[in-house]
């Protein structure tokens, strides 16, 4: 099979923002036709369809990896349910790097809140170098995929991830989850213009800024969407934050970020999911926002375990 | 089992009916044992009798037992 990505002059690397042909291009619309057909013919509608129960989350069976990984391929996520052994804080560490190499995942995001295996603890943090970032409070979070500040190509970008509860809020804390795929299609469904503008290398622009521990963090420049050719497959890069965020200015940039706010606010594909003890969900990167929570009544409070990768589910 | 807009989803590469055919066969190949013709693929050389091809494709596989 012929590749539908060109190079970049002079450099031997394939275009991540602008492929020749197939469902991403511009220029190929009976591609994507057929791509967009299959897309929404197989997506789920409800988060039960989502959902996977697995025995033993180190271990999981074939059939469980099957629905797995074949849900991770219709819709960029699943959800599974671990039960009791996911619910200790201990014992689900490992567990969950175990299900990760099974799903193939191993190239783990070097992140500055990790731990020694790579997990993130998201907790509400008071103190430490976690304290004061919004994902360990207990704030809701806007829509995003994660590490958009961190943008170095396909290669080196968050493409799969591992969230897993340990526990619960007492009340809040719920997800909204939506396919980037999805998102692209009902841009490109109501003007193609939006998507050429968020595939721009300069569309978004995240500033400089001082991290937690004293490293500085250089502004991070690129592409909305992109494509990694070696996965053939389509990657997004977003937050809609307002602060701390600058967009190219032009007209279609601005009424595609406009678009995209109201498909997030009223897309009927968002599903919305508040995880228990046990459950986690693994997906390639995909759109989610957290609602606020209240951990009253919890004594000890929410925690969920983050592990990224730069390798992707279901290829 | 194996769906049509499942493979086509997972193979954005594949942009002909003649590409479909070999990732069939290809699923065939690795094990699967039923097709299931969820979805009309319209590319532009797909064919009148599209189900009979993809069909013979996969069995042509399955059948000599590889």
């Given at each position: 099979m012929c590749s539908m990505f060109n190079p970049l002059p002079g450099e031997g690397q394939a275009d991540v923002t602008s492929p020749a042909a197939g469902p991403f291009s511009l220029k190929d619309d009976e591609s994507y036709a057929v791509w967009r057909s299959a897309k929404l013919a197989g997506y789920p509608r409800a988060a039960g369809e989502l959902r996977v129960p697995i025995r033993d989350l180190a271990s999981p069976s074939p059939d469980e990896l099957t629905a797995l990984t074949t849900l991770c391929r219709r819709a960029n996520m699943a959800l599974y349910d671990s039960g009791p052994l996911g619910t200790d804080p201990v014992r689900t560490r490992p567990a969950l790097r175990a299900l990760a190499a099974t799903l193939n995942?191993?190239?783990i995001e070097d992140h500055r809140s990790g731990a020694a295996d790579g997990i993130v603890a998201i907790e509400v943090a008071g103190?430490?170098?976690?304290?004061?970032?919004i994902p360990y409070s207990n704030r809701p979070i806007s829509w995003h995929t994660d590490?958009?500040?961190?943008?170095?190509?396909?290669?080196?970008?968050?493409q799969a991830m591992v969230l897993h509860c340990v526990r619960d809020a007492a009340q809040g804390g719920v997800n909204g989850l939506l396919d980037h795929d999805i998102a692209y299609i009902r841009l490109r469904d109501r003007d193609p213009a939006f998507i050429e503008a968020l595939m721009h290398p300069e569309a978004m622009t995240i500033p400089p800024g001082e991290e937690a521990h004293g490293r500085y963090r250089p502004d991070n420049t690129g592409p909305v969407f992109f494509i990694d050719p070696v996965r053939n497959a389509l990657i997004m890069r977003y937050t809609a934050r307002k602060r701390n965020v600058s967009w190219r200015q032009d007209g279609t940039t601005r009424r595609a970020l406009e678009a995209l706010e109201e498909i997030l606010e009223n897309d009927p594909l968002i599903i919305s999911y508040k995880m228990t003890p046990g459950e986690g969900i693994v997906c390639n990167n995909v759109l989610h926002n957290r609602s606020g929570f209240d951990n009253e009544g919890a004594p000890e409070g929410r925690l969920l375990y983050r592990v990224r990768y730069h390798d992707r589910l279901g290829s | 089992m194996v769906q049509i807009s499942e493979l086509i989803i997972s193979h954005p590469e594949v942009t002909t009916f003649e590409e479909l055919e070999e990732l069939v066969k290809e699923a065939a190949r690795r094990g699967e044992i039923h097709l299931s013709f969820?979805?009309?693929?319209?590319?532009?050389?797909?064919?009148?009798r599209w189900q009979d091809r993809l069909e013979t494709a996969f069995t042509s596989v399955i059948g000599t037992g590889r």
């Open positions: 995942l191993r190239q103190t430490g170098g976690r304290a004061g970032y590490g958009y500040y961190n943008y170095h190509g396909p290669s080196r970008c968050v | 969820d979805l009309k693929p319209e590319y532009p050389d797909t064919p009148r």
